[in-house]
């Protein structure tokens, strides 16, 4: 049999067609988290929900689950699935959605420590990694608790989602492609439960899992091809940004982050130019910011094949929230200053002391969500 | 179907744009010493083009600087198989930059003295000259296409004019004429042979692997025949 060829190499209508074939089974796997979360009857699913009653467990959760599978692509979509499906509200799913964006945030760091053992390279590459975090967890700070005070995102997106929802035939309808994925599920459910034997709780897990497995491995195919697709585009993007900065660069950042479905792609391709100095903060903070607008696409299509606007609602939710986020820290410069200061001084540190590196990426990314989920479960 | 899908052809890349800017930094590079060595051989004023040849001096630095930042967005974009391009690109964008900067010697030394044309010396640096240019506009097309028998070609004739400029330099050195006008002649010769050496190199990288770039004085006949065969 022969090898098959690498992504890059074959024909640009097969890897169109692998696309299609990838995004419909994104499609399945959203459908299928929710509706398999369902089946595992109304008392497991309480007791699993709630550990995140508490808003900041909520955000450990997102978190942690986002650094488990360093994507919050993942997370966002697996949330909506769960939130579309009516398995929690949006008011639980929010601080979680706030946590996936903390966590995604941990890859473009760990790609810096690459540059490591080149100090000078190091300061720069870290400190181009970490204005990303930071702003970040300055955008959560503010924002989780005055959504938890006046839920202004919620109430924002739910605002917005009525025009689609009254467009659709109100409450009751679920997209076109729900309906189109509904059967699929059920066929799948069918096999579990029927020719498997699986039954109740256990057929759930499995389920869930399958659902997990299919929409993590179907979102990384989907950003190779599309990087595939892109790479010449991404190019002259990137060599775009070297020369421009502001409101261009957030567009390119978030049209790349949206074609490759994933912000950890667009902020890892920094990296490098920061470690190299042809790219400063300054310039490349935009790009950023763009591309944590640009990944709240993929919860947004995530909600196409779910059954309840609510799936809509936390999808806008997310992309108020890095909009709100660009808006606070963005258009005034001593305000856009502070993140990069924050970064610039924790790349300080590192290259001083090289156990600030792991205190900081352990202790944000691991320790702290691990003992807030533990202690305000 | 997939027409608009052609535009993200991966031919379409920053590399095929790489490439045209290196092809016009040979081009600068060849406008910059004709006008330097014509001034040395008394064709130009060299007030009337310093001008001219400073700023092309500085477009040749900063297409360099440019191509450099344009290689690590295209490597990290495309990853470990375009590294060796990458690499050949990073080495000899600086050998077009030395083509300007031996150049600007020259003018350098137009500017303090020029040849007289009843000098022993006067025709064949003449012919030299005209040489070397002809070689450095065929240059950019022997890049461009990539063609490694005319690559060959051109390495060989460099290499036999590089020898023929240290003959000369050593004519000079053991003869008994004018000591002034000697040095300045042999460091006419001098240049002229760097301008032939970092335009060879250009050129190798057609035919050369990655790791024999760069290595000029190595015995020319494994250049041309074992390695640059492969």
């Not at chain 1, 964006?101 to 810096?112: D, H, P």
């Not at chain 1, 890095?322 to 290259?351: C, F, K, S």
């Not at chain 2, 890349?13 to 014509?38: P, T, V, Y």
Request: glycine share 8%; with cysteine; aromatic share 8%.
């Amino acid at each position: 049999m022969p090898a098959l060829k690498r992504i890059e190499e074959r024909p640009t209508w097969v890897r169109v067609v692998e696309l299609i074939a990838f995004l419909l089974a994104f499609f399945v796997a959203v459908k299928l988290m929710g509706s398999s979360i369902k089946m595992l009857g109304k008392e497991q699913a309480d007791a699993l929900w709630a550990g995140i009653r508490n808003p900041f467990a909520g955000l450990c959760v997102g978190i942690l689950s986002t650094v488990l599978v360093q994507s919050s692509s993942v997370t966002t979509a697996a949330i909506v699935g769960l939130v579309g499906e009516g398995q929690i509200s949006v008011t639980l799913a929010v601080p979680m959605v706030m946590g996936a964006n903390i966590g995604t945030s941990i890859t473009n760091t760990l790609v810096a420590l690459g540059h490591m053992t080149r100090s000078q390279e190091f300061r720069r590459a870290f400190a181009g990694a970490t204005m990303h975090d930071f702003f970040n967890l300055i955008a959560v700070v503010v924002f989780l608790p005055l959504e938890l005070l006046t839920g202004f995102l919620s109430n924002a997106a739910e605002w917005l989602t009525k025009p689609f929802t009254a467009l659709a035939g109100g409450e009751k309808f679920s997209s076109p492609l729900a309906e189109a994925f509904k059967s699929i599920t059920q066929g799948i459910q069918g096999f579990v439960t029927d020719t498997l034997g699986a039954t109740g709780f256990w057929a759930a897990v499995i389920l869930i899992v399958v659902a997990l497995v299919v929409l993590f491995f179907a979102l990384m195919r989907i950003a190779r091809i599309m990087r595939s697709l892109m790479a010449a585009r991404f190019e002259r993007a990137l060599n775009n940004v070297l020369q421009k900065s502001g409101l261009i660069a957030i567009v390119i950042g978030m049209v790349i982050t949206a074609s490759v479905q994933s912000s950890s792609i667009t902020t890892s391709l920094l990296v490098p130019m920061f470690g190299a100095g042809i790219l400063s903060l300054e310039a490349g903070f935009p790009v950023t910011l763009g591309a944590n607008l640009g990944t709240t696409v993929t919860a947004l299509i995530a909600s196409l094949a779910t059954s309840h606007p609510a799936g809509l609602t936390i999808a806008l939710v997310h992309m108020l929230f890095n909009l709100a986020g660009i808006l606070l820290i963005y258009p005034i410069p001593r305000i856009r200053a502070i993140p990069l200061r924050l970064a610039r001084g924790l790349a300080n540190m590192a290259v001083e002391r090289r156990y600030w590196v792991i205190v900081y990426i352990l202790g944000v990314f691991v320790v702290l969500p691990l003992v807030g989920i533990l202690i305000l479960k | 179907m997939f027409k608009w899908l052609q535009r993200l052809d991966p031919n379409s890349s920053g590399l095929a744009k790489m490439m045209r800017e290196f092809g016009h930094m040979i081009d600068d590079g060849q406008h910059i010493f004709d006008a330097a060595a014509n001034a040395f051989l008394g064709g130009t004023d060299p007030e009337v083009i310093r001008s001219d040849l400073f700023k092309t001096d500085k477009r040749i630095n900063h297409t360099e600087q440019k191509i450099r930042r344009e290689i690590l967005v295209h490597g990290t974009v495309y990853g470990a198989t375009e590294l060796p391009v990458c690499l050949k690109l990073m080495s000899i964008v600086k050998d077009a930059e030395r083509i300007g900067d031996y150049s600007k010697n020259l003018f350098d030394l137009a500017v303090l003295t020029q040849k007289s044309h009843d000098d022993d010396f006067y025709a064949d640096l003449v012919e030299l000259k005209d040489r070397i240019s002809a070689m450095l506009r065929k240059a950019t097309s022997i890049y461009g296409s990539q063609d490694g028998d005319q690559a060959r070609a051109f390495m060989r004739e460099g290499d036999q004019l590089q020898d023929h400029c240290d003959e000369k330099i050593e004519a000079l050195i053991t003869s008994k004429s004018g000591s002034g006008e000697k040095a300045a002649t042999a460091l006419a010769y001098r240049y002229f042979k760097r301008v032939l050496a970092h335009s060879i190199n250009i050129i190798s990288s057609v035919v050369m692997p990655l790791d024999q770039l760069d290595y000029l004085d190595e015995d020319k006949r494994t250049r041309l025949g074992d390695q640059g065969s492969k």
